[in-house]
């Protein structure tokens, strides 16, 4: 198992997007947390198998409604979530 913190950038907000990742990693079996951040990229993070996580990458292309710009993956140090959860507001971060 490992994590992957994920930086999307594009039209990815009030699209539903947050939800159609959700929904994605639930279905794959890949847990934890997505966010909007206030300078309109996503941020996520993502716990799984090296080969799930792969898939779950190039199923993000997949969103309707989303216009995906750029994604941007760095392996993060293990994160052991519970599950796949949407954190409600915008995040301060920046990278």
Do not use: W
């Not at 930086?7 to 947050?18: A, D, E, H, P, S």
């Not at 996520?44 to 779950?56: D, R």
């Not at 292309?61 to 140090?77: M, Q, T």
């Amino acid at each position: 198992m490992k994590t992957l913190e994920i930086f999307i950038t594009g039209r990815v907000q009030k699209v539903g997007f947050r939800a159609c990742i959700r929904k994605i990693a639930s279905d794959m079996n890949v847990v934890g947390t997505v966010v909007n951040l206030p300078d309109g990229r996503v941020h996520i993070f993502a716990t799984g198998e090296p080969i799930i996580l792969e898939k779950f990458i190039s199923m993000i292309y997949g969103c309707p409604r989303a216009v995906i710009r750029d994604i941007r993956v760095h392996e993060s140090s293990f994160k052991p979530f519970n599950d796949f959860s949407i954190i409600k507001g915008e995040r301060n971060f920046s990278i």
